[in-house]
């Protein structure tokens, strides 16, 4: 990865560049120093004055390193052909450039820091043995070794970056998680919720319907409605209860029973108790998974709650067949009303909420107007044969 521009470094990070910038550069001037005084005599005025400001010029350089990259090692290597104090800038900014892992830039910037090794300088030097390969050769090795450590920082900026964009992915993908699962499990409490309490209180409803538009009921019919709508409340709170337990229920403590297709006819006779004209029949044979039972259960109250809520006073028949190995066929059907009972506004959640019940179990939901004002709603469940399924 490459990047034109590198990340900020902290101060700390800057104080110590900038330092062994001046001990490389101090170490070099100081043996300068002594070869002076003990070729010449003396140190001279540009050792002592010139040296230092070209070397302070380029110190100042540096802090625009990161910016300008190859301008001021190129800057800083010619610099230091007039300057000792200045040689540990031009291999700090040659390192500088070597962390961009740029081949093309790392070999100008060497390239010119070598050759400026040769260029004239103002303290008189000896001609050392060998040919001029051989004079490259310190500048040379200086030179790849602030490559080396150059590269190897950049390789490190790298990985900490990756890492770092690794960090913070696995971040924003744990907090998708999260409210993922927050959203199921606000699905989950809402789609209970509506099945417990949608199907009572529309039965409590449709009672108190009957009590608000009747008049000439008797006080025993009165007080059947009444004990009637006490006993709904007071069961819909009750399987209200039953659902937080099992929505609250901690790991590995077991959870209370839930409804299925035993429950049906009990489901049922409470509808026909609350006043709907319901009949049942059931050509099921054998006994089908919990979570498809549970469905059918779930299907059957939708309906008989979607009946007393919109079709009061109308017949409705419930049919339950299937076998082991075909699918399990659930219909709810409802004729016209036969009254004109005020009914309670429709939420428009139940029907969603039960084709999602549906989806999950991998069956097909229906529900559509029939001729004369009725309705039917029909589910289609996958039953296959346990038997079979040991056996593959």
Known sequence: MNTDVAPPLGWWQQTWRLAAAVAVGLSAWLSVGVLLHREAGGT?????IGDPLVALGCLTALLWRRRFPRAVAMTAAIAATASALAGGTALVALGSVATRRRPVEIGGAAL????ASRLPSPYPTQ????????????????AGIAVAVGMAVGARRVEVRSLRERAESAEREQTARAAQARALERNRIAREMHDVLAHR?????LQAGVLDHR???????????VRGIAEGSHQALEELRDVLGVLRAEPGRPEPPQPDLDHVPALVEDARASGLDVTLSTTVA???SDVVARTCYRIVQEGLTNAAKHAPGARVCVALEGAAGDRLTVSVRNSATAGATARPPASGFGLLGLSERVGLVGGELDHRPTPGDGYLLTAALPWPNPVLEKRT
């Open 44 to 48: 001279g005025s540009w050792f002592l």
């Open 112 to 115: 010119v820091y070598v050759a």
């Open 127 to 142: 001609d050392a043995p060998g040919s001029t390969w051989v004079q490259l050769a310190f500048p040379a090795l200086a």
């Open 201 to 205: 209180i529309s039965l409590v409803a």
């Open 215 to 225: 008049g000439d009921l008797t006080s025993e019919e009165n007080r059947v409605l």
């Open 286 to 288: 054998g006994r089908p």
